[in-house]
């Protein structure tokens, strides 16, 4: 089945320790992204990646770090989580390429964070 | 800044009505328009694609507008279905790697 497998899909942190939140596709995407949705808010990007060893910052890049070695994985790092990055992470992924296909998201099921 | 802002945040119709969902966009210079559903504790599902040279786009019982000039989609449900209960999302992108997002629509269709 094609999809976007995010782990964990639930943790519960404190300040200050790193986590990784993993995200990978087995659809043979190049593009991957990270975003959070916070209440009343909507999803905000926090890093894309158009393919291997090319990252970009979003809108919302401050505390977060990502790595594009493989072409399926694309980590999202917070070296030292804070309160404020409480939320509910999303990782997506895409094909590239001229045909509208090429503009649909697949999603993954989220990954609820909390940082005391 | 792009922003994008869905009006209303919530909405409830009993079942068989024929509903719009609205959504509205700052600058008019986008790539595309997509429109997304949110069920809880899931990810996104992609409705919708809506091209900058396109007008409107349609699948099923869903048929989502798209006006640049003005700034504003519309997404269109026919005939709704207590299935059709989620959150909708529309979300504009500029290039093709950015995508911003409104807060979303949350539906309820009452049986």
């Known amino acids: 089945e094609a999809q976007v497998t995010q782990n964990p899909r639930y943790l519960i942190t404190v300040t200050g320790k790193k986590l990784t939140v993993t995200c990978s596709q087995n659809?043979?995407?190049?593009?991957m992204s990270w975003y959070r949705q916070d209440p009343g808010l909507g999803l905000r990007q926090i890093y894309y990646s158009m393919n291997v060893e090319v990252t970009d910052k979003g809108d919302v890049p401050e505390g977060y770090k990502v790595s594009r070695k493989e072409k399926r994985n694309f980590p999202l790092i917070l070296e030292s989580p804070s309160p404020n990055q409480t939320s509910l992470y999303f990782c997506?992924?895409?094909?590239?390429?001229?045909?509208?296909?090429?503009?649909?998201?697949?999603f993954g099921a989220g990954s609820r964070l909390t940082v005391l | 800044k792009q922003e994008v802002t869905q009006i209303p945040a919530a909405l409830s119709v009993p079942e068989g009505e024929n509903l719009v969902l609205n959504c509205s966009f700052t600058d008019s210079a986008i790539y595309n328009l997509q429109w997304f559903r949110q069920d809880p504790g899931k990810g996104l599902t992609s409705l919708l694609l809506i091209q900058s040279s396109q007008r409107e786009q349609t699948s099923g019982r869903l048929n989502a507008s798209l006006d640049k000039s003005s700034g504003r989609s519309t997404l269109y449900i026919a005939a709704s279905q207590p299935g059709d209960s989620a959150t909708y999302l529309c979300a504009v992108s500029h290039n093709n790697n950015d995508m911003r997002f409104g807060a979303g629509t949350r539906l309820t269709v009452k049986p």
């Open positions: 997506a992924s895409r094909t590239t390429g001229g045909h509208s296909g090429a503009n649909v998201l697949t």
């Open positions: 659809m043979n995407h190049e593009y």
